[in-house]
């Protein structure tokens, strides 16, 4: 994708859309810019052929979703918002320029919801969508009633979009299609940068240096937080820096401008000690494990401390963050066995992940339920891939999720159970849907973790596992967060 062809943030509001109509609106995404559309008290449709969750939620709050696509969609509209995933011959998008409709892409869309905002814009691998919402909480916290945008929904929130009075807006940046460069932050954090959307960068190098661009659109009253951990994010700084650009670093390295010590994992959260120039913070807890989850919840201490706003409210909603959908969100119990649901897909995140769920698992078996997502990304990272799934004690893998894309011979998850160093008989890999629950039933035992992981299409497999699951005893299933019978925190990450 060019974002050439974009119109970059500038004058044009959301009130300037008029009538909005949005093409696949059931998405995660699309269904966030609908719900913030609606909540600021603008008319807003959209097509979708699934009934997904969000769908419920936009019509309550007086959006029209239409279940087919077709012309007569775009009746009375002014302005026809699309995603990446919409191809450009799509009926409705043909009938959109036939009539002369304005045409945005997403962020273009969402650029303009921004204008007259302090943007806080949250970019990176890895994490994006639980810093973005950490940084979100800790200014409801302060009682600033930000705007805001997440790739997710704030657990136990049930929305991942809001239309607020105040003077910031925070927004998940995506860097998947070089669409997160039409932006222009007054805050951009950057969590870490590896190799990933290579199909649009081609390479690390491009990668990084599309990271850079963004930084540099930052405002020049404003400032870049970054990962001094992560060696993608030291280059960045050491670039900025260079340029005389505002950098500041977070993680526990001995140079991090927020420098974090003793941190503490367990089941029952992560802790850690901060200070930044000189000055101690405190200590900072969240409810769920993962070093990782302390690395985010820096960026947003680091962020809310620049933004001089109290670092009581900061410790305040970090303590009390209740997680993200598709974050390590627990599921449910059935028959002794803990389910949880994890976005992860990449190799580090994935890793970082299931080394979490091991702590969780404590004496018993970690099984992983994995979707891989997109047939390059299985393909060209399927050494690192394997590697992460290797950490499981048995592994149930469904075909690679990867919408558009054509499987050439030797692709696919055929190929990837092969390289994953697990024996044979804990790895299997399950063509069908529905033979998955069973197949998770009769390897899962009591004291157990299993994880549904990967492409979007898992998510919806965790009820089906519970009820497998049930079935074996006739008994209920404690669903949905609580406590674990050890004290674990039993909240999404």
Not at 67 to 89: K, R
Not at 394 to 414: D, I, K, Q, Y
């Amino acid at each position: 994708m060019n974002t050439a062809q974009f119109t970059p943030a500038g004058t044009t509001t959301a009130e300037d859309l008029g009538r909005i109509h949005l093409i696949g609106v059931g998405g995660v995404g699309m269904a966030g810019l609908a719900r913030l559309f609606l909540t600021r008290g603008l008319p807003v449709s959209g097509s979708e052929l699934r009934e997904w969750p969000s769908l419920a939620g936009l019509r309550a709050l007086g959006g029209t979703i239409h279940s087919t696509h077709e012309a007569a969609n775009l009746d009375g509209v002014d302005t026809v918002v699309y995603s990446s995933a919409i191809p450009q011959d799509h009926l409705e998008m043909v009938e959109a320029r036939r009539r002369g409709l304005r045409v945005l892409h997403r962020s273009e869309a969402l650029a303009a919801a921004m204008t007259g905002r302090r943007t806080v814009a949250v970019a990176g691998t890895h994490g994006k969508t639980s810093t973005t919402s950490m940084v979100t909480m800790v200014l409801q916290q302060a009682g600033t009633d930000p705007s805001f945008v997440i790739g997710g929904e704030i657990s136990e929130v049930g929305s991942g979009a809001h239309h607020g009075t105040g003077e910031h807006f925070v927004v998940e940046a995506d860097e998947s299609d070089r669409s997160f460069l039409i932006y222009r932050p007054y805050v951009s954090i950057i969590t870490n940068i590896e190799a990933d959307h290579l199909n649009t960068y081609g390479d690390l190098a491009n990668l990084e240096a599309a990271f850079a661009d963004f930084a540099r659109l930052t405002d020049p009253d404003g400032f870049v937080v970054t990962c001094a951990d992560d060696a993608g994010g030291r280059r960045l700084a050491e670039t900025l820096r260079a340029e005389g650009r505002r950098v500041w670093t977070y993680g526990e390295s001995a140079d991090a401008d927020l420098r974090m010590s003793d941190v503490t994992s367990s089941a029952q959260g992560v802790r850690y000690l901060a200070e930044v120039e000189g000055r101690s913070l405190g200590e900072i807890r969240l409810p769920m494990p993962g070093r990782h989850m302390a690395l985010n919840s820096a960026a947003a201490v680091l962020a809310a401390y620049l933004l001089e706003l109290p670092v009581a409210a900061a410790e305040a909603a970090l303590g009390a963050f209740p997680g993200v959908r598709r974050r390590f969100e627990r599921k449910g119990v059935a028959d002794g066995v803990l389910v949880y649901d994890e976005y992860a897909y990449h190799p580090t995140s994935m890793t970082l992940a299931l080394q979490t769920l091991r702590e969780v698992a404590g004496d018993g078996r970690l099984i992983v339920v994995f979707q891989p997502y997109r047939l390059y990304r299985t393909r060209d990272l399927q050494a690192e891939i394997a590697a992460a799934l290797g950490i499981a004690d048995e592994l149930v893998l469904l075909e690679v999720f990867g919408p558009g894309e054509m499987r050439r011979p030797g692709e696919g998850s055929a190929a990837l159970i092969e390289a994953v160093p697990l024996p044979a008989e804990h790895k299997v890999f399950v063509e069908a849907w529905d033979d998955v629950p069973a197949e998770v039933a009769r390897r899962a035992r009591t004291g157990d973790v299993v994880v549904t992981m990967g492409a979007p299409p898992i998510s919806l497999m965790g009820d089906q596992l519970l009820d497998a699951l049930l079935a074996r005893t006739g008994g209920a299933a404690a669903l949905g967060a609580g406590v674990d019978p050890d004290g674990a925190a039993a909240t999404a990450g």
